[in-house]
């Protein structure tokens, strides 16, 4: 296969662009048929167009540009990316053929312990675990080694590859191609670069957001400024806002009274506070 | 067909709900599928879980929620319709079946002329062109009677449905069965409440919201306050809104100068400084 | 835009190809990802692999070739092709611009009677009526002559679009940008060839067919031999032929009564036998 | 949450059906609008109409029933249900919550060799090796064991859950609630009771399979007889028929090289031969 593209991934992980179509100009044209196309021309860069098309979400000109990929990842990575049911994929079939021998091993900057705040995350690591974590990297890999030995072991005596495989592991990589319409992968990419995506996840969201943004740069400057970077407020931070514009001391907080008041919960109190005190420290 | 609640909507419009499956129960039960489920039942209520899935745009488990309706639309609101693609839908086909002669003629009230700041929509009406609005409503009226004599008169001269039914105008009312995931749904209700919708597509969408609502109580209210009434702001009106706070004098709305020096465009500048102003109003 | 071949199609119709991603080497090499790639390379041609792939209906391959059309198509052939949910597009809008004065006003050709066999589709035209399809062509033609007039009249009245609009038939030409992948594209193909669709929407789905054929030759081979040429019976019809073949008069067609022992209606042994005998005398 | 009805499946599996949306009726009701409804009732019944629905392919009115379950199923079978698009699921995340000990070890009924003529899939097991099957069961479960202590070991040092998690095998269970309507579940059902399938996804899809057939008896005889049991012939196989038909000598099957000259290839001729012998004995 041609690559355009590859970057190595994690110890074992590829993603290659394969192929591209479209650019920014295919999708202002084709947002373009819907207005009057040649005023349109005359008075709308693609640039201010797609910034446009971008800040008010109207995303159907962005199915017009289609990426695929070559990707070599864990199976629980794997997972992950398969719930993004408008993409197309063929994978691996360990039905069809013998796996080979390449597992996920964290780096041991990945162990840190499970997050105190974030529920479904882990912590950073702490240098006094150095030793520790060598330890919890060796009994990972080992694992790994242990479970593809009785693999081999189970395909020698002849039992089917469809039930030999139940025994390998989800940090087994895989390998798949994968294609999805540019208004998809960036709503994939929105989620997945997110920081609550799993590291392992946002490692290979990333590799693919940078071969894919050279090929639609107005696009993927959109995309950053719109919604990357955009932050959503809701009914009730609206309200506390406004009181604090209208407030002359602007430092003044909101309390947690004054947020439950509007039908906060203590959690959102704390996240519109923690947002307010980095906004006032740009 | 049995049905839940029906409503009239414009002049011979029909939004019926025939069945709802799934209930906020549902809705949070399988979102506790995904956690320790016993846990999650001790500290979180329906409430607090779905409140936290809206906010937190994590809506597979709003698609265990379905809705069905009977609707009877205009050809021109179907066509708007018909592009929410996740939508399952069956439609009378006048290749079958014969139409009858409902035709939409708008109210008055809604013959204001083209708009001029709104590009694709209508301005109010203006109580000195009453009569320009009875003369308009008439021509409408009469367009609509004419083309369905010239159909009844093709079927009659045995030319085939498929061919005669061309010459109705697009003012012709279809019927279909629509159904839709609530989290579709409620896409669906967002774009087509927005302001810039056509109002024939939103007095619809308000009913089908009117319909739904009391059947998810708490996924609406959560609706109405993390996505319907919240507000975004992009990378750039974040920066704005950081030297504003900062700033003593909050009453200074940002310059021009200012927003473009941020890559702001000019519309984007007045839409910032319109929604600034209606916030300090408050 | 650009164009890779453009047709026209009925009086002021065009399908123009704009841009094809992938062919049948990227189909084939995307179904070998799933096997022993090296293996599968060596033992199977592109070809022998793709005609294994449609014949079996593995179908997610195909998905890796897309296909991105600019069409100029009536409405009510516009409204068959947008229930095709998988295909993106985008359409002239008839809020934000005018539309141009383009009717669809059928060849006398197409101006036979309501069929008597097929309940949705028209007869062949009869000879001794040519003079009555001149006339049904003028009244058709003039019914849009009419209705552009009352949109432009609307229209200078500053009426607004999004309302003059309402008057306009059926027939009126729309534009879009339309792009789908090549498994549904031909799953669309099979639909929209078939004789029980309209002939309006047939001429446009062969237009289509055309443009893409070649450049997924062996995909389209496969198609026409497995798909669209492929006759499926059903459980009954099996074992009606499975008696026929064990008979010794094999002309002997099953009487209806013997269908319908098998479960079979009037109409399913009609369709039957009628497929017997055209397999009889091929 | 309540539940319909529950199967055990495998060794720890379950299928609970929760909720059904819609009947026979429904659906019947559904496609009605497409026609002259009242003409419609008085000529078809709800079996009639359906029965034509599916012969005919018309699915867009199976979409309006819709199925819940509760799943609980080994991981390598997941993976194969989740690229079914069109359905939607919450699954447990192992991620936000410790995954209980339940691994697959397969019956050693299951435990056959590669099979030699199906690629992907297994023989039958051979009476004279049952102690090589007692024996392959355990390492499979020896495997699942030392994994699952493994995991153990590395959450009580207080890795992650979500890097805890990767060293669990393939084997072992999940859970999600999986929702689908009716005409996508047909083709769920009709490839995963195919017998190519994976034994292990085939009786959960058996299980699904009987536990939605009384709630939709009508649609299921048509799926059954239209469907599950029919059989597509491809344009040379029906022109190989034809000559059958026309000849005298029933009993002589087609030769490879008469299958050749039609394009076919030995692996097609040998399909159609055997296809034709089991039709002659039935």
Not at 248 to 270: C, F, I, K, N
Request: glycine share 2%; with cysteine; proline share 3%.
């Amino acid at each position: 296969m041609e690559k355009i593209t590859e970057t190595r991934v994690l110890d074992h992980g590829v993603v290659a662009l394969l192929e591209i179509m479209g650019s920014d100009k295919t999708i202002a044209d084709s947002a373009r048929i819907s207005y009057n196309k040649e005023s349109t021309k005359q008075t709308s860069t693609d640039e201010q167009l797609i910034r446009y098309l971008v800040r008010h979400r109207h995303t159907s000109p962005l199915e017009m540009g289609i990426v695929r990929f070559y990707l070599k990842l864990p199976i629980f990575v794997a997972r992950q990316l398969v719930r993004h049911r408008t993409a197309s994929l063929n994978e691996v079939s360990g039905r069809y053929s013998e796996l080979p021998d390449d597992m996920y091993v964290p780096d041991r900057s990945q162990l840190g312990s499970q997050s105190t705040d974030n529920k479904q995350g882990r912590a950073a690591v702490d240098d006094d675990d150095v030793d520790a974590y060598a330890y919890h990297q060796n009994i990972i890999e080992q694992a790994g080694t242990d479970a593809y030995e009785e693999y081999q072991w189970l395909l020698q005596q002849s039992v089917s590859r469809e039930i030999s495989r139940i025994v390998l592991p989800l940090a087994t990589y895989t390998e798949m191609i994968w294609s999805c319409d540019v208004h998809n992968f960036l709503h994939f990419l929105k989620l997945r670069l997110d920081p609550h995506a799993q590291y392992e996840m946002r490692v290979f969201a990333q590799a693919m957001h940078d071969a894919v943004e050279p090929h639609f740069p107005i696009v993927f400057k959109a995309f950053n400024d719109y919604i990357l970077h955009a932050h959503t407020l809701s009914a009730a931070e609206l309200n506390l806002l406004s009181k604090l514009l209208q407030n002359s001391e602007v430092e003044h907080l909101p309390t947690l009274d004054e947020a439950q008041q509007l039908g906060m919960s203590t959690r959102e109190h704390t996240e519109f506070t923690t947002w307010l005190e980095s906004l006032l420290k740009r």
